[in-house]
């Protein structure tokens, strides 16, 4: 079906069979869990005008960018649509940002444990800035590279930063410079993505004359981040309280909020501190709610309301985008394992390599950020090679994760058999 | 009583059937080579060393390890409850058995290659052994990952493939061999009545269409690999989960080196340009094109090196500068047509449909395609040790080391397309000895782009690769290769 007709059709069809009054004031939800009937997604199956009207008011190709998880798409769209984009990619970025701290640390500790970092290397600094958004001074202790050192030590990590003015024609001082004025607003935030796929620093490798070592910009996400939070905050809210719930994680039911939705559909999620199967338990829980609300919607006995669900997979998307928010709470929690059950039962496994309207960028960063927590980086990378196409600036993670993984590996003789 | 107790506890913790497309033909770490073997071996036997849950080496058989100030000599130091399934005491003469034994050049271990890095094996006290190394070593234990075996139950080191061991496997692993049954299954009791599971079966189910069914009709409680074709169908079953596993795998087709026409780096080109790899991948499910021997996610995968296409006209030139003429719709030198014969193992999933599909597009193409099916016996036989092939249709397994030396070492044991390049054997030499990590990636992309254009295989694809595991079995950890390396916090319910 064609990105123009796709769920007007469906929407116009409900209307049509006169089955739903289409301004949303008949609801024929009988027999449909009490508490889910009044969330958002019932809301958009009884009256899909006011979905219709919706999706035209922010741009509809902005809502199906929005719907397909294309968040970079969804923020040329109007209104509510860009701030919600906006907001989804201070999230991802947000995780990536987090993911590219800890393997940054990870890293540092790993050379420490080989019996310290490459030599004359300006590693430590570059570990020392993810750890502290670029304030780390202190971190220069050793390293002699002349250019750079007194570069990143210079870095304030702030808005107004001001660079010397010899260091402004360097490459590491034009990323930095590039980075102060993402900060402050100024600069095409397109710009730093676009440079975040090269190194931030290249450094010749003592032990191999001729060789390069390349080592990416520590800081590329949490500016990213920085950017995308300002960018959803100049934008007004929205005052429907449609556009506000359209396709997100919430539930939407008025005047209760999820942690009681979830309650009230038998869903408790575990303590702090729970084992990896208590979270797989609560994710189990959910889905035997929403697997019963399901089979009531398809029970109503509307073809035309069966259709809209099926063509946006409006329930499947809540699940998803619900374990996403509960995987990146259990990293922000400090509980990877728990965050590593929620993103692998979040994963649409039919397309389990491509963001698709279950599989959210988030989740990938998610999941690549709870595998590595849980000690598998070799796994992490897997989660990454997904975002790589939309997001060319994750190489820079990626580049770093893989350094890690190697490091963690070297004098290793490995394993490999056939089938 | 005791029976009393032991069957109250199997029923209690229950019986955890996994499916492999093929039972192991020997159970035998010295001569393990595929994955089903790997699995089952991790059940029975133990390594000094292995992976804990977040994959860090920690002792297992051994309680203790102290490295020479030159880093040259290792002395382990063995646990004192170490125990065979026989209940005798594991000791430091198995470990200089199964070291000997694996380096015995009569024995042809496949295992070879990971001690190769170990000079010398001594005894050296009642629960010491000695190691000493052909260099210095950073950190060996990450090495000491191979299987120890009972000395006791081998005449001497050199072992064959047909030893009685194969049939009655003792080891120093969480479960013990109960029976072969008459299906072809394998019945496994975990050594301790504390443990989740109480007994595991190895179900040979060859039709792996059927693996899927079974699993939903609860005749099975684990799948290791699902077709990519059935992931839609279990993720939508709410008594299935999947997890990712195996995922550092790739197909290819390999060229016997040594035999003609193959030789011919124009003839192996042509034949690259005929294929449409796309067309072969989409019968059998989703999955990431390859240029060269890692996946995509790898940190040592050039991208910059370009995926074959089907080019049916650079294929038709590079036939004509090998000598060849199209004659009668086949391409024929010295009135001979070219004819080849694709060689896939009989347990290789999916390869019947991959097969047939390329014999239809090399034909079209001009060239004759005969294909064969091999069981184990006959593989192992005439891949591994003869090499007599023309194409081999296979996959690779790695671990999360991604060390392809022995497939493309010149004198690598795994090499069977007998490829030689002494570039690439420096380079694989420096990723080898790297003591930083950039070092290694660079060495191994530039290894992926020498190897891509040489073409000793035509690299296909990675598959989405997942295992599937029924809600009744709790507090899974699937180890990313070996799968079951963290099977005693499992626990059936």
Not at chain 1, 262 to 271: D, F, I, M, N, R
Not at chain 2, 82 to 100: E, K, M, N, Q, Y
């Amino acid at each position: 079906m064609g990105r123009s007709t796709w769920w007007r059709r469906a929407a116009v069809l409900l209307c049509a069979l006169g089955s739903f009054s289409c301004d949303g004031q008949e609801a024929r939800s009988s027999g449909v869990d009490a508490t889910l009937a009044m969330g958002w997604i019932m809301r958009v199956v009884q009256a899909p005008d006011t979905f219709s009207t919706t999706v035209d008011r922010g741009g509809r190709d902005a809502w199906i960018a929005f719907h397909r998880n294309d968040f970079l798409g969804a923020t040329t769209g109007d209104g509510a649509v860009a701030r919600r984009a906006w907001g989804e990619l201070a999230v991802f970025y947000d995780v990536l940002a987090d993911l590219s701290r800890v393997t940054w640390v990870r890293l540092g500790d790993t050379w420490a444990a080989r019996g310290g970092p490459p030599r004359g290397s300006v590693l430590p600094l570059l570990v020392g800035w993810a750890q502290n958004d670029g304030e780390a001074r202190g971190a220069a202790t050793g390293v002699d590279d002349p250019v750079a050192g007194p570069l990143m030590n210079a870095w304030s990590g702030r808005p107004a930063w001001d660079p010397p003015e010899t260091f402004r024609t360097l490459p590491l001082g034009q990323r930095m410079l590039l980075h102060a004025q993402i900060r402050a607003g100024g600069a095409d935030l397109q710009a730093l993505r676009s440079a975040g796929g090269q190194p931030i620093h290249v450094e010749v490798v003592a032990e191999k004359p001729g060789l390069n070592r390349a080592l990416f910009d520590p800081l590329l996400y949490l500016t990213l981040k920085l950017r995308a939070d300002a960018e959803a905050a100049a934008i007004t809210p929205p005052v429907d309280p449609l556009e506000t719930q359209l396709f997100s994680a919430g539930f939407g039911v008025p005047a209760q909020d999820d942690t009681s939705v979830l309650a009230a559909l038998g869903v408790a999620l575990p303590a702090a501190g729970a084992p990896a199967e208590s979270c797989r338990n609560a994710a189990r829980s959910l889905d035997t709610a929403l697997d019963g609300w399901r089979a009531e919607l398809g029970s109503l006995g509307d073809p035309a309301s069966r259709a809209l669900l099926d063509e946006l997979r409006l329930v499947e998307g809540l699940r998803a985008r619900l374990l996403t928010r509960w995987a990146v709470s259990a990293l922000d929690a400090d509980q990877p394992a728990c965050a590593l059950a929620y993103a692998e039962l979040a994963l649409d496994h039919e397309h389990p390599r491509e963001v698709t309207p279950i599989n959210s960028p988030t989740l990938f960063a998610a999941l690549a950020s709870a595998r590595m927590r849980t000690g598998n980086v070799r796994l992490a990378l897997d989660a990454l090679e997904a975002l790589a196409s939309s997001f060319p600036e994750v190489l820079a993670l990626d580049e770093t994760l893989g350094d890690l993984s190697v490091l963690q590996n070297l004098g290793k003789s490995g394993d490999s058999r056939e089938n | 009583m005791w029976i009393l107790i032991s069957t109250l506890t199997m029923v209690l913790a229950g019986n955890l059937r996994y499916a492999e497309d093929q039972a192991p033909a020997i159970v035998n770490p010295l001569f393990g080579s595929s994955m089903a073997e790997a699995r089952i071996n991790e059940l029975l036997f133990q390594s000094l060393y292995a992976d804990d849950p977040e994959l860090a080496t920690i002792p297992l058989l051994a309680e203790s390890g102290e490295l020479s100030p030159d880093r040259t000599e290792m002395t382990v130091t063995l646990r004192s409850d170490a125990r065979w399934h026989d209940g005798t005491l594991v000791t430091p003469a198995d470990v200089v058995f199964t070291i000997r034994a694996m380096k015995e050049a009569a024995t042809a271990s496949t295992e070879a290659g990971r001690v190769a890095f170990i000079s010398e094996a001594v005894e050296a006290g009642e629960r010491s052994v000695k190691l000493r190394f052909g260099r210095a070593e950073l950190r060996p234990e990450d090495k000491l990952t191979f299987k120890i075996l009972p000395a006791a139950r081998f005449k001497s080191t050199t072992v064959k493939r047909t030893d009685a061991f194969r049939t009655a496997p003792i080891g120093s692993g969480p479960y013990k061999l109960l029976k072969y049954n008459e299906d072809n299954s394998i019945s496994l009791s975990a050594t301790t009545t504390s443990a989740g599971v109480a007994q595991i079966t190895m179900r040979e189910v060859s039709d792996k269409n059927y693996q899927a069914k079974l699993l939903l009709y609860e005749s099975l409680e684990a799948l290791v690999r699902v077709l990519p074709r059935d992931l839609p169908l279990l993720q939508n079953n709410r008594k299935v989960e999947l997890y990712p596993y195996q995922t550092n795998s790739w197909w290819y087709l390999g060229y016997n080196l040594k035999r003609e026409p193959f030789d011919n780096p124009e003839v192996r080109a042509a034949l690259g340009m005929m294929i449409d790899i796309d067309a072969l991948l989409a019968p059998i499910g989703t999955g990431d094109r390859l240029s060269g021997p890692f996946v995509r996610s790898s940190p040592f995968y050039n991208h910059e090196v370009a995926l074959d296409k089907k080019n049916s006209a650079g294929a038709a030139e590079r036939m004509l500068q090998a000598g060849y003429t199209l004659e009668g719709g086949l391409w024929t030198k010295g009135g001979r047509p070219l004819t080849l014969k694709v060689t896939a193992h009989q347990a290789l999933e999916s390869a019947q449909d991959v097969a047939i599909n390329l014999q239809s597009q090399l034909l079209s193409a001009g060239v004759k395609v005969q294909v064969e099916f091999l069981q184990d016996a006959a593989w192992k036989s005439r891949v591994w040790s003869a090499r007599e092939f023309d194409l081999l249709l296979s996959q690779w397994s790695f671990d999360r080391n991604e060390d392809v030396r022995e497939q493309f070492y010149s004198k690598g044991s795994r090499n069977f397309v007998s490829y030689s390049n002494p570039a690439v054997d420096v380079l694989l030499d420096e990723a080898r000895d790297a003591a930083d990590p950039q070092v290694r990636k660079l060495a191994l992309r530039k290894a992926h782009q020498a190897i891509h254009d040489d073409r000793p295989m035509l690299f296909l694809w990675t598959l989405d690769s997942f295992a599937a595991l029924s809600t009744r079995v709790k507090n899974v950890l699937v180890h990313p290769f070996y799968f079951f390396s963290f099977v005693s916090t499992w626990e059936m319910k």
